[in-house]
């Protein structure tokens, strides 16, 4: 059996294929998904999207968003999302250096909270790339 697995940014489709199961990150912790899972709605934090694909895995790096999973169809409503594959590593890993540096430097609350979802964001995107 398989899931039906669909991933949506406002400007483009992600993802849109069958998989044999999924694992993602929610606000309340990583869940997996086999077929005939229960359905249910949940917030996506931050994080990497695992999917595999008969034996293989692929990560996508989300950017938070809403999940709707039932009758063995997963449908992802994300800010964005790319796959660990088109992530260029020296470009993630230079974004990632900036953005520490910016939180270092942040002065004032909005300034804190700013840095430190660009921090996650970017933290998000190097572990999409190094994800086995």
Do not use: Y
Not at 18 to 39: D, F, R
Not at 47 to 68: S, Y
């Amino acid at each position: 059996m398989t899931l039906n697995l669909c991933v949506l940014t406002p400007n483009r489709i992600v993802w849109d294929s069958e998989v044999k199961e999924i694992i993602l990150s929610t606000n309340s912790g990583q869940i997996g998904v086999l077929p005939n899972h229960a359905p249910i709605a949940t917030a996506v934090d931050i994080g990497i999207l695992r999917i595999r694909i008969d034996a293989q895995w692929v990560t996508l790096a989300l950017m938070g968003g809403f999940a709707r999973i039932g009758n063995n169809e997963i449908l992802f409503l994300v800010n964005d999302a790319e796959t660990g594959s088109d992530i260029d590593p020296q470009e993630a890993q230079q974004t990632l250096e900036i953005a520490e540096a910016n939180l270092r430097k942040a002065q004032g609350k909005r300034q804190t909270i700013e840095a430190n979802l660009a921090l996650r964001r970017a933290r998000t995107r190097v572990e999409a790339i190094n994800v086995v």
